[in-house]
């Protein structure tokens, strides 16, 4: 890259998304494209002839408002303008300017090269012997090796950037990606985003790569399960990432799949819970998990011997053993008659989890790397409610989707720990019990980033644990808080691996 600069900015030729033909369609990987150049954080455009279709140029023009990108109208013979005027909408300050164009050389090509543009060729029809030859360009046979080049000149401009390549569903992808957390663009503490796709090789792509942040729990295709232990079975594809991970473990990986693996049995997770008895503090309350009970067998007679030695009273709420990952794993019931056990439709086996009465307040408490947030929301009513509720129907079962939850009203404000004192005295939350109990669990879970809910139970005031998640969106956290802490993380564990300061 000229000078070591930055990409300050990025545009594409018609010719490189769109099909040489007379259609407005779009060439292969196009759309995947430019959704990554969209959020990219690095100015982007589409640049076209005069004299192009009525119809093409419409449809581009269509194209820049839906990915919010500028266009550029070029004229071949006074290819200067183009070339100001580009200049002068980003203001780059010495940034380098990414002009990708295919392999006819269509675009502002060469004339841009004296400017001090860097040209990368795409070879969109397969006839690229000449462009290989040509040293002044970038050459590329795919338009989905655009986003790792550009990571790949990003690091070029500076030493102490880290490349970041994550994977995950194409949604969760998009939600992160939308809040500004997957940038192109080299973030305040170096750190670029690389977007890994199975439709190149991945461990090509994992070798350029520092850093490797996944949602595994999206992947998961089964779990198998023996009298001892359970075993994880992940796709096709994840089981791809795991085989070339293996081949270079000097790679930083938020987190290592081992590590996932509580998040994912409610058993285990409620178990390691249990050690929170142990945690010091000075607090006047206490912060536990519920109180559970693993069922294998819904006809047990024995159920309400069980209940009674587990501390169990009834209402208690029956969730799935496998949190994640798999089908009706959020199928969850709120059981109200020990006999209504008998042919439960929830999974087995299955988690027989105490209901804490909390006010109709949930505290959604999120973790990452050593920076702890929380946001409140409204929650289930309590017991006494819902068996009013549930007399109508006889005291049957009450079967939900966790994801879609019981009807509930809309999220309350989302708060930063140390900065919400009128909440505190409001809701009775200790920030500092639930504090060492967040560190407490990351330091056992050996997890990055990590969520966890909080209910307060009337009464005794008990800060009771109900679920732990791994990679949650923190959504309720707003952007520019959440955002930089999430980098923070992400680079204090490439530089603890690394076995360097932060």
Not at 71 to 96: E, K, L, M
Not at 110 to 125: E, I, L
């Amino acid at each position: 890259m000229a000078g070591g600069n930055q990409v300050g900015g990025i545009l594409v030729d018609s010719s490189v998304i769109l099909e040489s033909n007379e259609t407005t369609s779009l060439r292969p990987g196009a759309h995947w494209l430019l959704t990554k150049l969209r959020y990219s954080n690095i100015p982007t455009g589409l640049s076209y002839a005069v004299g192009l279709s009525e119809v093409k140029a419409s449809f581009l023009e269509k194209l820049s408002c839906e990915y919010s990108l500028k266009h550029f109208v070029y004229n071949p013979s006074c290819i200067d303008d183009t070339i100001n005027a580009v200049s002068r909408a980003w203001q780059n300050n010495g940034r380098s300017i990414l002009h990708v164009v295919s392999n006819k050389y269509e675009g502002i090509f060469p004339k841009s090269n004296s400017f001090g543009w860097v040209n990368v060729v795409v070879n969109v029809d397969g006839d690229a012997d000449g462009v290989r030859k040509n040293a002044t360009v970038i050459f590329v046979e795919k338009l989905e090796e655009l986003p790792l080049t550009i990571c790949e000149l990003n690091k070029q401009s500076s030493k102490d950037n880290v490349i970041v390549g994550y994977i995950m569903k194409p949604s969760r992808e998009e939600d992160f990606a939308k809040r500004g957390a997957f940038p192109l663009k080299p973030t305040e503490n170096g750190l670029t985003f690389l977007p890994l796709t199975y439709d190149l090789p991945i461990l090509s792509q994992l070798k350029k790569v520092d850093i490797v942040i996944h949602k595994a729990t999206d992947e998961i295709s089964s779990i198998e399960r023996s009298n001892s232990s359970s075993k994880i079975i992940y796709t096709s594809r994840m089981l791809e990432l795991q085989r070339c991970l293996g081949e270079l473990p000097n790679c930083c990986v938020i987190d290592p799949l081992d590590n996932i693996f509580p998040v994912v049995d409610r058993l285990k997770i409620q178990e390691i819970l249990l050690g929170l008895s142990d945690l010091k503090t000075e607090s006047q309350h206490k912060i536990r998990g519920a109180y559970f009970l693993k069922v294998d067998n819904y006809e047990d007679l024995n159920m309400e011997a069980r209940l009674h030695e587990a501390k169990l009273s009834l209402p208690s709420i029956v969730k799935p053993q496998v949190a994640c990952g798999v089908a009706d794993a959020h199928s969850m019931a709120i059981v109200f008659k020990a006999e209504d056990f008998v042919g439960l439709s929830v999974p087995l086996p299955a988690i027989v989890q105490e209901y804490v009465d909390h006010s109709s307040t949930l505290f959604k408490f999120y973790v990452l790397g050593e920076k702890v947030f929380y946001a409140i929301k409204n929650s289930t009513p309590n017991a006494k409610i819902l068996k009013n509720s549930s007399e109508k129907n006889g005291f049957k079962p009450l079967l939900f989707d966790s994801l879609k939850s019981l009807p509930i009203h809309g999220n309350k404000k989302a708060s930063e720990i140390g900065d919400c004192s009128r909440l505190i005295e409001q809701h009775d939350l200790d920030i500092g019990l639930v504090t060492s109990a967040a560190n407490y669990l990351r330091r056992i879970l050996d997890l990055t980033i990590f969520g966890f809910d909080v209910v307060i139970q009337e009464g005794t005031r008990d800060h009771v644990i109900v679920d732990v998640n791994y990679l949650p969106s923190f959504k309720e956290v707003p952007n520019e808080t959440a955002i930089p802490a999430f980098w923070d993380a992400i680079k204090m564990k490439y530089q603890l691996k690394k076995g360097v300061g932060h």
